[in-house]
């Protein structure tokens, strides 16, 4: 089955950089565009960014112009740069496919679905 894996999360200072990463082990092409949100401990779930199978993007307010959403098509990994970062982007991000199904396909096999990864942990520290 598909499971997205996220990895890049970290503690950092303010003004730092981290890059995140999202990807699915075992596959090597999907049909959809992805999504990464964030969720700060006792908020609620955020959007924070999207890339679609075009590669058009889109991000939230809060995230624009700091952050940068990319993929590597032949690694089928999607990146989320983050810059400038700040004490309020501390939270648990993950990746989202961003339509229901996603193909995944890989090693002749093909699953569709709405994918989530379980996240990882981004702390800012002024």
């Known amino acids: 089955q598909v499971q997205l894996v996220e990895s890049g999360g970290g503690s950092v200072q303010a003004g730092e950089s981290l890059r995140l990463s999202c990807t699915a082990p075992g596959f090597t092409s999907r049909n959809c565009g992805m999504n990464w949100y964030r969720q700060a401990a006792g908020q609620e779930r955020e959007w924070v960014s999207s890339?679609?199978?075009?590669?058009?993007?889109s991000y939230a307010d809060s995230v624009r112009g700091r952050f940068i959403i990319s993929e590597d098509k032949a690694t089928d990994t999607v990146y989320l740069q983050m810059a400038s970062l700040k004490p309020e982007d501390t939270a648990l991000y993950s990746c989202?496919?961003?339509?229901?199904?996603?193909?995944?396909?890989?090693?002749?096999?093909?699953?569709?679905?709405?994918?989530w990864g379980r996240g990882t942990q981004v702390t800012v520290s002024s």
């Open positions: 890339i679609t199978t075009r590669g058009h993007t």
């Open positions: 989202k496919t961003d339509s229901w199904p996603c193909e995944y396909c890989g090693g002749g096999r093909c699953y569709s679905n709405n994918y």
